[in-house]
Structure formats: C-alpha cells, structure tokens
Antibody
Framework: EVQLVETGGGLIQPGGSLRLSCAAS????????MSWVRQAPGKGLEWVSV???????YYAYSVKGRFTISRDSSKNTLYLQMNSLRGEDTAVYYC???????????WGQGTLVTVSS | DIQMTQSPSSLSASVGDRVTITCRAS??????LNWYQQKPGKAPKLLIY???SLQSGVPSRFSGSGSGTDFTLTISSLQPEDFATYFC?????????FGQGTKLEIK
C-alpha cells in the first residue's frame, strides 16, 4: 500500500528556514516523479516543485531560488528545503507522487507551515 | 506559464442532478489535464487523468472530456458525498498549474 507522511512543518519567523520531509512506503521514491503542492488557508492548490526520476527538478516562480527539492534513496524520503521564508509561504504543504500523464495519484496528509513573527 | 481557468467558481445543486464543470487552458495542453476532488481538511483525491481516464476506484458517475484547451468534468447523478471542491490541473509543462477551484454546494 502506498503511503506518504509529511513532517517538519511548524511556526517560523520571516526570513527563516525549514525542511519538510515526506516519508514514503509501498513504492520507491527515486523511481517516481515526486511533487510538492501547497494550499494557503482558505485558498486553492498551488504546485510548488517536482523532481523527476532522473533527478531533474523544476520549481514554481514564486519559490525558485528559495526552495530546493531533493530525495534520499536510502531513506525513501522526499524533502523540501525552504529558505528565506515569507508570510505568503504560509500553507499546508502536501507531497504527492505521479502516475500516468504526471497526474498526482497519491498524496500525503499535509503539514502546516506558518510564517509569522 | 499556462493559465487554467475553471468555471463556475461555485455551484449549487441537488442530489441526483447532473453537473458539469469546465476548465480552459491558456494554450493547448493536448490531454494532459487532471481533475481532483478535495473535501475540507483532507488532501486532494485524483478523479480523472489524461482528460478522460477514470482513476481506479472512482465511481463511474464521474467522467471527463476534452482536448487542446477546453475540458469538462461531469458528474452524472450527484451523490451526497460529492459535495466538495474540484480542481483541474495541467501537467503538459512546468509549472504544473491548477485551476482556481469549483466549490460544489448543496442546494
């Protein structure tokens, strides 16, 4: 059974850094396209980043240069390193894996990141 | 970026109604269009991928159609558990943008 469990969220001051983790089971992270998607309180979904099975990465313009997606094959875990955090980064962050046509077929439960002083 | 525009933003309907939600892309995305359902406090759930393919386990009352720039999600006979927010997403090119969502409410 595929499972994704995000951890690492919390309250952080503007300008601070945080690393989110997404522990996977039931499949191999490094063999799949893996994405981060976020949702600000009361708002819609915003795609954040993807890492392809070959290691290529892409980012939304709103986070490019501040966020880094990575993975650890030995731990079967996906990460999102978030630096220079801003108030507008406040959101629930979900990790998800892609199936056919890159559709996000399995999602974690999400972890809340609050950027505030 | 490819912009995704959903309509309507909200919709009131009754159990048993047939409902259609539309999604328009700012440029052609072939059939790289996916639909998700999200209930309050929960992660989104994939319903339709590749514009018209039903995800495993999703009831057959959900269907999708379209290609190029115009797409639709249809629920043939609304059930109580279908009242939720629906999002489209293009995965033709990064950034993989979402529509703004359609909130389906009980009339």
């Amino acid at each position: 059974e595929v499972q994704l469990v995000e951890t690492g969220g919390g309250l952080i001051q503007p300008g601070g850094s945080l690393r989110l983790s997404c522990a996977a089971s039931g499949f191999t992270v490094s063999s799949n396209y893996m994405s981060w998607v976020r949702q600000a309180p009361g708002k819609g979904l915003e795609w954040v980043s993807v890492i392809y099975s070959g290691g290529t990465t892409y980012y939304a313009y709103s986070v490019k240069g501040r966020f880094t997606i990575s993975r650890d094959s030995s731990k079967n875990t996906l990460y999102l390193q978030m630096n220079s955090l801003r108030g507008e980064d406040t959101a629930v962050y979900y990790c998800a894996t892609s199936g056919s046509y890159h559709a996000l077929d399995y999602w974690g439960q999400g972890t809340l990141v609050t950027v505030s002083s | 970026d490819i912009q995704m525009t959903q309509s309507p933003s909200s919709l009131s309907a009754s159990v048993g109604d047939r409902v259609t939600i539309t999604c328009r892309a700012s440029q052609s995305i072939s059939t790289f269009l996916n639909w998700y359902q999200q209930k309050p406090g929960k992660a989104p759930k994939l319903l339709i991928y590749a514009a018209s393919s039903l995800q495993s386990g999703v009831p057959s009352r959900f269907s999708g159609s379209g290609s190029g720039t115009d797409f639709t999600l249809t629920i043939s006979s609304l059930q109580p558990e279908d009242f939720a927010t629906y999002f489209c997403q293009q995965t033709y090119s990064t950034p993989y943008t979402f529509g703004q969502g359609t909130k389906l409410e009980i009339k």
